[in-house]
């Protein structure tokens, strides 16, 4: 369905867009949208990096009982 949509279709779609919403309503929601994706991205950083804190302290030390004595 949207296979047949060309670029005529697209600019008509976006002209009927501005004139119902405005070029301001647009651009702040555009905005909006913009600090979405970015708070989103930093929530996946910040998940990461805390199972990758949690990961190494779960670490095990395997070095033998007379390797630790040594050091």
């Known amino acids: 369905m949207l296979n047949n949509i ?3 279709g697209l ?18 929601l555009m905005g909006e949208v913009g ?18 804190d949690q990961m190494a302290e779960e670490a095990k030390d395997v070095t033998p009982a007379e390797e630790k004595d040594k050091a």
Not at 41 to 49: A, L, Q, R, S, Y
């Open 6 to 8: 060309g670029l005529p």
């Open 11 to 28: 600019l008509l779609i976006a002209v009927v867009v501005l004139v119902l919403f405005g070029r301001g309503k647009i651009s702040s």
């Open 35 to 52: 600090k979405g994706i970015t708070a989103f991205k930093k929530g996946v950083k910040d998940g990461t990096e805390e199972l990758e």
